[in-house]
């Protein structure tokens, strides 16, 4: 109990380390011990975007950075999947963290930004933090694929400018293309139609309306696999 309760203090203190670092003094708990999904008091402090306390556990605590949780994410996955770009700054540029370390199905903190469609922090990676945006998964889903699963237009749009292939398939044969079209992300696919000129063969699962709009701006049923 004392260890999790050590984790959250790091994650709620913000600017005040005090209710932490008197939990570390008690000594009953370590600056590396684990919570109930296998974090440590960093990835909560990143998580949270508590930089200052991030700093303190890495600069005077020792912290292990290299220390991930259960699903074998780090503490910039973390800040990653919840949009602190100053902590991604941080661990990246000062600490010296991987951009492109995977977790247990190959997520790296690129996929987690793309995933979640935040945007500065797709930029920053891909311009200043090395990050490849060619690698896929386990499942063959890369950062551009993921952003089109969910619809992020303005993601996808920067990652086009970056990766090698557009047309590149996960294991389940879908492309970035026929993702955006199986969840119906309309504004994505005539984006990806008009300006990418990708060619519009589609899978029969594809979302009617887009189906639909094809239909209607090509004045004939798309292609269909």
Not at 32 to 55: D, F, I, M, P
Not at 81 to 93: A, C, G, Y
Not at 129 to 158: E, Q, V
Not at 199 to 213: C, F, G, I, M, S
Request: glycine share 6%; charged share 25%.
């Amino acid at each position: 109990m004392a260890a999790q309760d050590f984790i959250y203090a790091c994650g709620q203190a913000g600017v005040n380390i005090e209710g932490a670092i008197k939990i570390l003094k008690e000594g009953k708990v370590t600056v590396n011990g684990r919570g109930e999904s296998g974090e440590t008091a960093l990835h909560t402090a990143c998580q949270y975007g508590r930089l200052k306390v991030a700093k303190w556990l890495v600069v005077d605590c020792k912290a292990d950075l290299t220390l991930a949780d259960f699903r074998i994410q780090t503490p910039l996955h973390w800040a990653c999947q919840f949009d602190q770009l100053e902590t991604v700054k941080w661990l990246v540029k000062e600490c010296k963290m991987n951009p492109n370390q995977p977790d247990w199905v190959g997520i790296t903190p690129l996929h987690m930004a793309s995933a979640h469609g935040y945007v500065e922090i797709v930029r920053w990676l891909v311009t200043e933090g090395a990050a490849n945006p060619n690698l896929p998964n386990r499942y063959g889903d890369t950062s551009l694929t993921m952003a089109c699963d969910r619809g992020h237009l303005a993601a996808a749009k920067l990652l086009l400018t970056k990766v090698k292939y557009l047309r590149l398939i996960n294991d389940e044969g879908y492309s970035p293309f026929h993702c955006a079209c199986k969840r119906g992300h309309l504004e994505l696919v005539k984006w990806m139609v008009n300006e990418c000129k990708v060619k519009p063969r589609l899978k029969d699962d594809t979302h009617p309306k887009v189906v639909e709009w094809l239909a209607n701006e090509t004045r004939d049923l798309p292609n269909l696999e």
